[in-house]
Each structure stands twice: as C-alpha cells, then as structure tokens.
C-alpha cells in the first residue's frame, strides 16, 4: 500500500514536473534562448508553408539617409522571392496617402542569398518605412528563418550600417 502511494506519487510529480513544454512564437515577438541583438518587426499575409505570400519588413527610423538596403537570408530557406516585386514605403501609411519610395534597382543575388535595394532617393533620417515583398513563395519546409538588414547612407564610405534581424516563422500553428 506504501509502496504504491509512493510510486503513485512519484508518477505524477514527473508528470507536472518534468514535461517538456513547448514554446509557440507567432511572427515577431518572442525569442527565447537568445537571438539576434536587435529584432525588427515583421508581418505576412499567409505566413503558411508552401504558399504565395507578401512581407512587411518594417525598418524602424534611421538617424541617417539611407539611400539602400541589403538584406541577407539563410541558406536553409527554400523560398522564392521576386525582385520585381519589391517596394519602399512609408510606415503607417495606407491607400491613396502611402508615400512610397521611388527604387532604383531591386537585385536578387541567389548565391550570396542577398536582395540589394537601391532607391533613386534617398529615405530621410527619422523616416520609418517598411519593405514589402510581394509575390514571394514560402518555402516548403517550417522553421524560423533570420533575415538580416544593413543600410548604406548616400555618400557613405561603402560599408554597410548593421539595423537589426527579422525572425520570419513559417508553418506555426496558434
């Protein structure tokens, strides 16, 4: 009878605890054991595996002019984005009133796994904007996927200015 209620006990502390909890991030907003330095913020409108989707990569405000971007992704991801479709706008800024960014040349570099960004014009200093990224293919495969941004200011000496790092998630259930 002892040796029962001893087991019996003993099962259901492990059970509460010694389970393995699993952690759910939702796009940006938790990163448990560590991550990048500075996080940027991000949405989708799918954010589902496998599917065509559009990325909102918001780049909080500059104390300089940027006059390009240059974003780094894995090698691990296995989506497709298209150059083509790439645009520059103001934060907070919607309809008829969205100031967007003339761009210069939008540059898919597949082997270096870098989308270079140059605008015409330059962004102003303090001027959030996000990057959209329309007509990407999600890759086919879940996990979570380090984008990383640098910024080159007009007449800058060439060395890009590390911002921060976009933790996309792709394939995570609510």
């Not at 605890?17 to 799918?46: F, H, I, M, N």
């Not at 996990?143 to 941004?149: A, K, S």
């Amino acid at each position: 009878m002892i040796y029962k209620r001893l087991v019996l006990g003993l099962l259901a502390t492990l059970s509460v605890v010694g389970g393995a909890g699993v952690a759910v991030g939702q796009g940006s907003g938790w990163t448990l054991w560590g991550g990048p330095k500075k996080e940027l913020r991000y949405s989708a409108d799918s954010g589902q595996i496998g599917q065509w989707d559009r990325y909102y990569l918001n780049v909080p405000r500059q104390s300089i002019a940027v006059a390009e971007y240059y974003i780094t992704y894995p090698q691990h991801y296995r989506g497709e984005l298209d150059p083509k479709q790439v645009e520059v706008v103001r934060s907070r800024s919607q309809g008829k009133d969205q100031q967007k960014f003339r761009l210069g040349e939008a540059v898919l570099d597949q082997e270096n796994r870098l989308l270079r960004i140059a605008l015409i014009d330059p962004v102003p200093a303090d001027t959030p904007v996000d990057i959209v990224l329309s007509n990407v293919r999600n890759p086919r495969n879940s996990g979570m996927f380090f984008f990383n941004l640098q910024v080159l200011s007009p007449g800058d000496i060439p060395l890009p200015r590390q911002v921060g790092t976009w933790v996309i998630t792709m394939g995570v259930r609510d």
